[in-house]
DNA sequence: CGGCGCGTTGAAATCACTCAAGGCACGTGG
DNA sequence: CCACGTGCCTTGAGTGATTTCAACGCGCCG
């Protein structure tokens, strides 16, 4: 029986696990405090539901927190004065955000679909991490798969083609994603608008190179917010610019 | 008199400082040592020496090294099978190499101009860090920057157009250049390709806007490696998407 | 002098964009 | 139950910003 039915079963232990109702505990960055620690952190946490649409952190703001996805989806974006956005990143399932800061935010952050997310607060937490270098270890760990990932969405962003974004992006998203990994199948909770920003491309180019993947056979599409991979080996050659591109839609 | 002077002029002190003869030995990442650490990861660091030219980190290669920039520039980069190449940064004086690192180089790097730099071991450089917290602060601080920059140039690939591209480039380079600094000058040790190759764009274009730009009198090329920001206000807004691109070049 | 690397410029081609229309699923209200 | 509106996705046709292809200029150097 998990921790948390027993709490909610009304018979809160004297001294609680810090954060025991929830699900990711021990997944993602907060697998890496102990109980002591934790409870330092977890008395300035709080807990937060997000509907779909709102945005809760935006560009330029002053960054005097952190998050940590328990459920759910957001977008990260940045956006140019004529409304242009870019998605920098989907941030799912224990991910933490917060570190593309200086002390603004670097982007916006919405969910796009239904999210429960930690917060935290920063000066606490840094406060922490001068106490336990576990932490800021993990963090420097996280910052820098963050930064390989950016560097490949920038070979994507500046050199590939509509089909190879689009083929990266479903072999990525599927990587990503708790609930799709080691499957075939590709959870899409994002519009093709969001997919579009993501990708540098246009709502009408996504649509069009994912029903090109389709027609030939790579892919299948049981609803438009599902992707099956049917050919991954060629899509991982396509993601990386081996195939002749030539193909029109 | 400079430390590096005394000790060249023949009074090797017994216990020289670390470093001593480096006049980065303040500046950048090394800045957080004292003498007693530093020396620890002196005994371990080289200097090179680095062509133009020459490659010397190479994407997919284990990295078992960190380099710190001494003199001179170097681009960072990944390439697709077919040739096709996106620089992710310029790295010069102070800048520190082998964050975006999991067990393998994320990107390659080669010399634009003649680099003189400063190579760790990346196994003694981690065993310092777990008994010296104040280093993995700082390394956390330098991958922090270095995501905001990288959203910052995802923005740039994926929504701006080229004029507005090679505006941004002008002034973030002339921010980051610690030899223009604070002046209307824009040292441009690269190359048109290297340019082109960093904002996603052709030789050709990235030659036309900034002859469109010439024209217009927003900057001066006295030759085509120095470039004068001549209004930096429009510039700026160019850079941030705020002016009518209808202009042809 | 000739070759080479690099940058510039012109003309044509193209990939992705824009504009426009239509389909489908879903929810709401008559 | 059906009509209608709305949001999202798809598809077609035409446009356009950037690329491609090509030529030329210039400085450098053997």
Redesign the pocket.
């Known amino acids: 029986m998990p921790i948390s039915n027993v709490r909610r079963a009304g018979h809160p232990p004297l001294a609680p696990e810090p954060c025991g109702g929830c699900d990711v505990r021990h997944r993602g960055l907060c697998d890496c405090f102990d109980d002591v620690h934790l409870s330092l952190l977890a008395s300035a946490a709080v807990v937060k539901e997000i509907d779909k649409g709102q945005v809760f952190v935006r560009e330029g703001e002053p960054a005097d927190r952190f998050h940590k996805i328990r459920h759910g989806t957001a977008k990260l974006f940045k956006t140019l004065s004529d409304g242009r956005q870019q998605i920098i990143a989907f941030a799912t399932e224990d991910d933490f955000l917060g570190l593309a800061v200086s002390d603004v935010f670097a982007f916006s952050a919405e969910a796009i679909e239904p999210v429960s997310l930690c917060r935290f607060s920063r000066r606490q937490f840094r406060a922490l991490a001068g106490s336990y270098p576990e932490l800021e270890h993990r963090l420097l760990q996280t910052a820098c798969s963050e930064l390989v990932l950016a560097n490949e969405q920038m070979l994507l962003l500046g050199r ?6 689009v083929a990266s992006f479903l072999l990525e998203w599927n990587a990503h994603d708790k609930r799709s990994v080691g499957d075939r199948h590709v959870r ?1 909770p ?5 997919i ?1 920003d993501y990708l ?12 090109a993947l389709r027609r030939e056979g790579r892919i299948d ?1 049981p609803s ?2 599902l992707v099956v991979l049917r050919d991954r080996p060629w899509l991982e050659n396509a993601a990386s610019g081996l195939h002749d ?2 193909l ?2």
């Not at 994002?190 to 969001?194: F, Q």
């Open positions: 590939k083609t509509a089909r190879e974004r899409l994002m519009t093709r608008l969001d579009a540098g491309l246009t709502i009408e180019t996504v649509s069009r190179a994912l029903n599409i438009p917010s591109q030539a029109a839609f």
